[in-house]
């Protein structure tokens, strides 16, 4: 199952939220399968990434150390190809 995450910092906590993230090496739990990003705004409050994990729980291990830093938001997304599997395909009669 794939997440989209959107993470924010305050300017309070941005210094510290970073300095934290240089230093977290590679604190993925079991249960996460890939991690694409983060990718960081040019002001450094906010990022994204994808997360593809067993589950939203999982998240909750990953994300537990950042909560008094940071707030996420969290979306459970489907790839372009799962949407196409559950979607049929009929025709548009106006194309």
């Given amino acids: 199952m794939y997440f ?3 993470f924010e910092f305050t300017p309070e906590t941005r210094d510290t939220a970073l300095k934290r993230f240089m230093n977290a090496g590679d604190g993925i739990p ?6 694409s990003g983060p990718w960081f705004s040019t002001t450094l409050l906010e990022g994204w990434g ?3 994990a067993d589950d939203a729980s ?3 291990k990953l994300l537990s150390g950042w909560t008094d830093l940071a ?3 969290i ?3 489907l790839s372009g190809e799962d949407v ?3 979607l ?3 025709p548009n009669p106006n194309d």
């Fill in 84 to 86: 196409l599997k559950l």
């Fill in 30 to 35: 079991d249960g996460v399968q890939s991690v």
């Fill in 50 to 52: 994808i997360v593809e």
């Fill in 58 to 60: 999982v998240l909750a």
């Fill in 88 to 90: 049929p395909l009929k």
């Fill in 75 to 77: 979306a459970p997304v």
């Fill in 71 to 73: 707030v996420d938001h």
């Fill in 4 to 6: 989209h995450i959107h």
